[in-house]
Each structure stands twice: as C-alpha cells, then as structure tokens.
Nanobody, 122 residues
Framework: QLQLVESGGGLVQAGGSLRLSCAASGHTLSSNFMAWFRQAPGKEREFVAAITRITRNTYYADSVKGRFTISRDYAKNTVYLQMNSLKPEDTAVYYC???????????????WGQGTQVTVSS
C-alpha cells in the first residue's frame, strides 16, 4: 500500500503563489507516476499536472500551463506543485494521486491523498 498526504493549501489573493506538497510512504515503488488533480464545488475532479519517476517527464492541463510547476524530491518521496499567478478559478480541493490505471488525465488512480483546500480570493 502507498499512503499519500498533501499539505500546503490555504487562502491567497489573486496573483499570489502557493506550494503544495504530497508526501508518499509505504510501497513507494507504486509512485512511479504521480499526479495532481483538483475538484471545485459542483464540478468534476480534473487533471492538473503529472510527473514520472525515472525520466521526470511532466504533463500539464492547458489551464495551468506556464503558471504551475510539478516536481519531485526522490530522497523525501515527495511531489510538489508550485502554483504561481493564481486565479479565483483555481479555487478547489487539490488531490495527489499515484499509479494511474489508464489514461493519466482521467481520475482513475490506485492511490489518492485526502486533499488540501486552495482558495484564491479576487
């Protein structure tokens, strides 16, 4: 089993920045492919960004490209999401996920964190 714990959410003004962290523990070999998703009130959970373990390839949703950066620290088994130039529409609960079972852009992953709230005020 793999456990994922997110942190770093909070309230920020539009234009500000936040950095989310996702710490993995347990069967960390399952964390070869890790991603961030988000879910706003009344909306479906959507893909934000993803990163691979070995090649460090990164993937982003068009809505965050150029503003968000995903990275990972192998020694700490932690994945980060640096969010800059935040907008009110970025307000959502952000989830960390690992081990996709199909298309990585779909929310079909074996492991999920509990989520962390990000609120961007205008």
């Amino acid at each position: 089993q793999l456990q994922l714990v997110e942190s770093g959410g909070g309230l920020v003004q539009a234009g500000g920045s936040l950095r989310l962290s996702c710490a993995a523990s347990g069967h960390t070999l399952s964390s070869n492919f890790m991603a961030w998703f988000r879910q706003a009130p009344g909306k479906e959970r959507e893909f934000v960004a993803a990163i691979t373990r070995i090649t460090r390839n990164t993937y982003y949703a068009d809505s965050v490209k150029g503003r968000f950066t995903i990275s990972r620290d192998y020694a700490k088994n932690t994945v980060y999401l640096q969010m800059n130039s935040l907008k009110p529409e970025d307000t959502a609960v952000y989830y960390c996920a690992a081990a996709p079972t199909g298309d990585y852009r779909r929310d079909e992953y074996d492991y999920w964190g509990q989520g962390t709230q990000v609120t961007v005020s205008s």
